[in-house]
Structure formats: C-alpha cells, structure tokens
C-alpha cells in the first residue's frame, strides 16, 4: 500500500507562483506513475498533470499546460507540482495519486491510491 501526503497550498494572488509538494511512502516500488488532480466546488475531479516514474514523462491538461510544472525526485520519492501564472479558475482543492498501471493516466480512475487534497485559493 502507497501512502501519498500532499503540502504546499494556501492564498495567493492572481499571478503568483506556488509550488505543492506529494510525498510517497509504502511500497513505492508498485507505482509506476503519479498525478495531481483538483477539485473545485461544485465540480468534478479534473485532471492537472501526470508523470512517468522511470521515464519522467510528463502530460498536462490543456488549461495549465505552460504554467505548471509537474517533477519528481526519486531519491525522495516526492512529486512536486510548481504553479506560476496563478488564476482565479485555479482554485480547487489539488490531490496527489498513484498509479500502478502499465502507462501514465490522466483520468482519475486510472489511480488507486489518493492523498487527503491541499487547498489551493487564487484571490483576483
């Protein structure tokens, strides 16, 4: 079992940067990708982006693609998602996932184990 702790949310303003932080531990070796996802009121879970964990591979919805950055370092088993270029539309609670599938989801079926959400707030 993967245990995923996200950090790193709070207020910011429009245009600000922010960068979230997932740390994995458990039996990081039976996942073969991660992703961050949001949630916004009212709204269904969105994908944000994804990464391979071998091939560090990267994909990202067309709303964030150019302003977010998804990473990882494996000698921490830690995945960030650097934010710039904030918006208002932003705001949602951001969830990390794990994935144990042969290739790297971007829909949230496609990941079994989730951390608790980091809220994530963009005043305009």
């Known amino acids: 079992q993967v245990q995923l702790v996200e950090s790193g949310g709070g207020l910011v303003q429009a245009g600000d940067s922010l960068r979230l932080s997932c740390a994995a531990s458990?039996?990081?070796?039976?996942?073969?990708?991660m992703g961050w996802f949001r949630q916004a009121p009212g709204k269904e879970r969105e994908f944000v982006a994804s990464i391979t964990w071998s091939s560090g591979n990267t994909y990202y919805a067309d709303s964030v693609k150019g302003r977010f950055t998804i990473s990882r370092d494996i000698a921490k088993n830690t995945v960030h998602l650097q934010m710039a270029s904030l918006k208002s539309e932003d705001t949602a609670v951001y969830y990390c996932?794990?994935?144990?599938?042969?290739?790297?989801?971007?829909?949230?079926?496609?990941?079994?184990?989730w951390g608790q959400g980091t809220q994530v707030t963009v005043s305009a």
């Open positions: 458990g039996r990081i070796f039976s996942s073969t990708a």
């Open positions: 996932a794990a994935s144990n599938l042969a290739y790297t989801p971007t829909v949230p079926s496609g990941y079994r184990t």
